[in-house]
């Protein structure tokens, strides 16, 4: 009989406008996704606070990477509340998202279901 596969939740937290720390969370990712032990993996990029700033659709650098992320099935959740704080039209944001109304309620809610939680 088949043994069943793991299946592995991560929500890595990105909350500081430092594009090394954002840098190194895009790198955490990809070489989370590149190890082969882990058969069934499914994770979100959570952004709050100054770091949201950094994932305006002009920021080529990130927009490219949360582009490639999420072909390889990443979800990049953004937060309204700091979208709102810093004033920036959703139509500026990177594309390949979605908006939760409150990054740290979506970081307390993938928590309890068990999710495992990096902060680069």
């Given at each position: 009989?088949?043994?069943?596969?793991?299946?592995?939740?991560?929500?890595?937290?990105?909350?500081?406008?430092?594009?090394?720390?954002?840098?190194?969370?895009?790198?955490?990712?990809?070489?989370?996704?590149?190890?082969?032990?882990?058969?069934?993996?499914?994770?979100?990029?959570?952004?709050?606070?100054?770091?949201?700033?950094?994932?305006?659709?002009?920021?080529?650098?990130?927009?490219?990477?949360?582009?490639?992320?999420?072909?390889?099935?990443?979800?990049?959740?953004?937060?309204?509340?700091?979208?709102?704080?810093?004033?920036?039209?959703?139509?500026?944001?990177?594309?390949?998202?979605?908006i939760v109304p409150a990054g740290v309620s979506e970081l307390v809610r993938r928590q309890a279901e068990g999710w495992a939680y990096?902060?680069?």
């Amino acid at each position: 009989m088949a043994e069943a596969k793991k299946k592995y939740q991560v929500i890595f937290h990105v909350d500081n406008f430092d594009e090394k720390r954002i840098t190194m969370a895009f790198n955490n990712i990809v070489n989370l996704m590149d190890d082969m032990r882990l058969e069934e993996l499914e994770i979100e990029l959570l952004v709050n606070g100054p770091a949201i700033q950094a994932f305006r659709k002009d920021n080529q650098t990130v927009a490219d990477r949360v582009r490639q992320l999420a072909a390889r099935g990443v979800n990049v959740m953004l937060c309204r509340n700091a979208i709102h704080l810093y004033e920036i039209p959703e139509d500026e944001l990177v594309e390949e998202r979605q908006i939760v109304p409150a990054g740290v309620s979506e970081l307390v809610r993938r928590q309890a279901e068990g999710w495992a939680y990096i902060r680069p």
